[in-house]
């Protein structure tokens, strides 16, 4: 987070409210994972990431990092009855968590989850768009392994519509970036120095939590 926690609290309390299942998606997130909940993209990020997806009339969306399925059902609750998210994760206790609530919300049949290696399944993905077996995506959330975000971009701008949108969370990594020490601080910061002179993209950076990374496919 790099936004004050006041300024996080006025811009969620003068935002539309996010429904009321996520409160308690939320508390179960805390107790199946205490060290481990914050990763969730939260209230604030969540509405950015419906509305993002609602504005430019996604129907299909990729996400890398379905954890316990906060920003999964953000964007699934606003695509339309045809839209579907195929999200990724290598997490199965708390892929059951999100399949939990995916099923109270309504949204099982607009969400596709392919649990492995987030590498590996959208290798898979990424054949079968070329394959001409699956449509590309309209857009892209990539918010699994920090170190492996080069070979997720990657892999995102293949499966990607041009014209298409790539989203990328945690890309401030707490400010680390600025002084990066341990190996996530360099990747990060490596990250975001190769797309600053990516010609494929046109891409700008919101310091909305943690930072998120917003590309336009070229
Ligand atoms: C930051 S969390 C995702 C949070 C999620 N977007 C949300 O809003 O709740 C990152 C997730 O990436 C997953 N992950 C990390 N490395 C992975 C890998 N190599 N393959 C698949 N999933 C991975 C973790 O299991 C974790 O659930």
């Not at 009321?20 to 508390?27: E, H, T, V, W």
């Not at 504005?55 to 954890?67: D, K, M, P, Q």
């Not at 049949?109 to 590498?119: N, Q």
Request: charged letters at 25%; proline letters at 5%; a neutral charge.
């Amino acid at each position: 987070m790099i936004t004050p926690k006041e300024i996080e609290v006025y811009c969620e309390a003068h935002s539309s409210p996010s429904p009321a299942i996520f409160s308690a998606l939320d508390s179960e997130t805390r107790s199946h994972a205490p060290g481990a909940w914050h990763m969730q993209v939260g209230s604030l990020e969540g509405r950015f990431l419906s509305l993002f997806a609602r504005g430019i009339g996604a129907v299909r969306v990729l996400e890398f990092g379905t954890f316990t399925g906060c920003s999964t059902l953000h964007v699934a609750l606003s695509l339309p009855e045809n839209g579907k998210i195929t999200t990724l994760d290598r997490d199965p206790a708390a892929l059951s968590i999100a399949k939990k609530f995916w099923e109270q919300a309504g949204v099982t049949h607009k969400v596709e989850s392919l649990l492995g290696d987030a590498t590996a399944s959208s290798e898979r993905l990424e054949k079968e768009i070329r394959s001409g077996t699956r449509p590309h995506f309209d857009f892209a959330f990539i918010d699994a392994d920090k170190r492996a975000y080069p070979a997720y971009f990657e892999r995102a701008l293949a499966c990607v519509k041009k014209g298409g949108w790539i989203l990328v969370d945690n890309v401030l990594w707490s400010g680390r970036v600025l002084n990066p020490r341990d190996p996530s601080d360099h990747a990060l910061h490596r990250f975001n120095e190769l797309r600053k002179s990516d010609q494929r993209v046109e891409q700008v950076i919101l310091p909305i939590r943690d930072g998120v990374m917003l590309c336009l496919v070229l």
